[in-house]
């Protein structure tokens, strides 16, 4: 069965990095473009980045321009999100999802959703 899994949250100081990933194990993830996702303790979910099945197109919310960067290796069947210059207020749960089609999807309207992956950026 396709599932999706994160890693790679945890605790960071403001100003430090991580660098999520998500994978499906078992699975390719050649066909799939890849969203981030992130919800924080009382707000809705909003998406952060996206990568296009090829992996050369890319598209981020104005928070993550400059500071987070979305890759795809299809070698490895992995997306990872590289968050550096973290802030208190990116701390939330972050979800991977994954959109059947080359491109990434113009609403939050994905196939399949990972569990998702805290981050906690605090001093």
């Known amino acids: 069965q396709f599932q999706l899994v994160e890693s790679g949250g945890g605790l960071v100081q403001p100003g430090g990095s991580l660098r999520l990933s998500c994978t499906a194990p078992g699975f390719t993830l050649q066909r799939y473009a890849i969203g981030w996702f992130r919800q924080a303790p009382g707000k809705e979910r909003e998406g952060v980045s996206c990568?296009?099945?090829?992996?050369?197109?890319?598209n981020y919310t104005d928070s993550a321009k400059g500071r987070f960067t979305i890759t795809k290796d299809n070698t490895k069947n992995t997306a990872y999100l590289q968050m550096n210059k973290l802030k208190p207020e990116d701390t939330a749960i972050y979800y991977c999802?994954?959109?059947?089609?080359?491109?990434?999807?113009?609403?939050?309207?994905?196939?399949?959703w990972g569990q998702g992956t805290q981050v906690t950026v605090s001093s």
């Open positions: 990568i296009n099945s090829i992996g050369y197109s890319t």
């Open positions: 999802a994954a959109f059947v089609g080359r491109d990434c999807p113009a609403s939050d309207d994905y196939d399949y």
